[in-house]
């Protein structure tokens, strides 16, 4: 999060620079650049949230995942255009254990958020059309600075843009697709990049992003591209250097010869500025400042001077400076060996490192799951409730795909509970429940696919499942919508006249459903070998779309609907399911189950009976995947 008031007072001794290859006398040119890519993520949401017209709605404001993606695309093709070799994109793959307050805080923050957009919005949204249009995105709505309009400031962020981004640079962004998208917001008859340009370079860590983009300009001498300040208490080396995000500005612009165009920032370089500071590094400094914030720069100079004359001082300091070294163990942590961890969402690749690096990443404690805040309804249940089972029995596997002597009995759930983010206990099953669970779901998917005649792969198909889960597990506790309100749910993204928060809960509802499979599918590949009921499950789940598409926005859902004879099809289906599919029927001796789901216990009501508990089984089996592939 950085140190408060660290770039306030170092800003001023920045050196202005521009970002290109050709060379030009009088101004210091950056060639190369290592990205912090949640940063850029970050970066590229606020400044199209700030291109946003102010009479703009709201809920619509917020940019939606394809979008930031788009943009993001956008950001790094005009640095590429502009010869800027990129060395690495690091995402967060995990965060230490000291970091688990910082992690809380930031969902507390999500949530406030949230709550406050709640309340200012309690009497609903206008009316919109399906058809809106989408928002154009070009360079200079990534790259031109505006000042953010004051209404939304507090709009929450978008829970699902930086899992999005990353799988889209790994396999969305070929040349094909990137020259396709950028149809009208760039001239590029003919661009020499590689089919997929930035897969290779888009690493995630099973650390911190921050950590091995210091590391790659401490051996390069490349620039950081960042808005964290913290890279600049790091060892970046003789050359290495920080360029603030936020520093960027294209103030030359041409739409027929982008390669034209020009990108100017401001860079630091901490170790010549702390030269000149004269002080041993920007860690002393910053450790002042963090210690006494009311202090003059110049006071704040004297005592990083003497910072560790005491001992009390030094051992304050030592802790202190410990979080920014390039510990060994993370020469051990960045050469992991399974591909597939490049293929994961970020918070399934920091459960799995609690797995993978245990001595490190849990310190003898339970697992932790932290759950985004949802776009969802603050003054009803947690939309995560629902998809729960499918996410209880993602853990299962995960753990159950371990030897016996790491594995765990639940992992604490963070989650929004009412008014604060608290752990739901999520006990895991053995390998009978699992299996049992599995083959339940392979049917109510097998169900549902017939139903609709679903392509596997089509988004439609998949939001239609959400919602038959939504209403399938709480039909008893929540109405089901007529015929009417749910066609027009999916023909305008609202059931009524306008926009209420019931709608945005049951969406936020059916991505709850829809990102637990994803949750699901990503630990089933984890199984080696890949076969039985294991097989089938990861080829009927391949079929969830990208996250851009299932995590898009209420508009989004609605255009993927295309025409009103395809809504009512579905609908039509959808009510025909419930009648007549015991997959989707709750019965009479479930009803109690339902609605005590209202309002669960602390300790998680999906979770395998203790009997089922990891490590109960009554069969000897050496772990779950062995079961499996014997059936």
Known sequence: MGIPYLTRHLLPFAEPVTLQERQEEGITHIQSVVIDGPGLVYHVFMRLLSWNDPRMDLFEAQPTCHEVSLGVMMYLLELTLLGVKINKIYFDGALPVLKRETRLQRLEKSRRRLELFRFKTQQGFPAFEGTTKTRAIDPQKVLQSRNLYSKYNDLPDNPF??????????????????????QGALHLPSIDLDEFPWAGITIMVPGEADVECAYTAKLTGCAVLTNDS?????????????????????????????????????????????????VANLQQFAYELKNHTRLGFSELIERSKNTCQTFESRTDYCLFAEEYEYSPSCHLMRNLSQPIFQHFDPRVSELFCQYEFRDTHTLGMTPKMYLPILNEDHS???????????????????????PTSERFASIDEYVRRGQRISADVIDLGNNEWISAELEALHERLKSAQFAFNGEPTSSSYWRMFALCEVYGRESRATIIPDAGQLSRFLRLGYMGERLEWTDIHLFAQAQAVLYSLRILKQFLELSVPVEGLVAEMISTLAGLPPLHIIMGSIREMVRQFQTPASVSDFVDKFFRMFEHDACFC?????????????????????????????????RAVSNMFELLGSE
Request: aromatic residues 6%.
């Open 586 to 618: 709750i019965k009479p001796d479930q009803e109690a189950e339902a609605v005590e789901q209202l309002d669960p216990p602390r300790r998680d009501i999906t979770s395998p009976a203790s009997q089922c508990l990891a490590g109960g089984s009554q």
């Open 230 to 278: 913290d890279l600049l208490l790091y060892d970046l080396g003789t050359h290495g250097s920080v360029l603030f995000l936020n520093s960027v500005e294209m103030i030359q612009w041409d739409i027929l010869h982008p390669e034209k165009s020009r990108l100017n920032a401001v860079r630091l370089c901490p170790t010549s500025l702390a030269s000149r500071l004269g």
């Open 380 to 402: 009803r249940r947690s939309a995560w409730g629902e998809g729960r089972l499918y996410r209880c029995l993602g853990y299962s596997v995960l753990n159950a795909s371990r």
């Open 161 to 182: 843009m930086v899992s999005a981004v990353f799988e889209d640079l790994k396999n969305r962004w070929n040349k094909e697709s990137i020259m396709k998208a950028t």
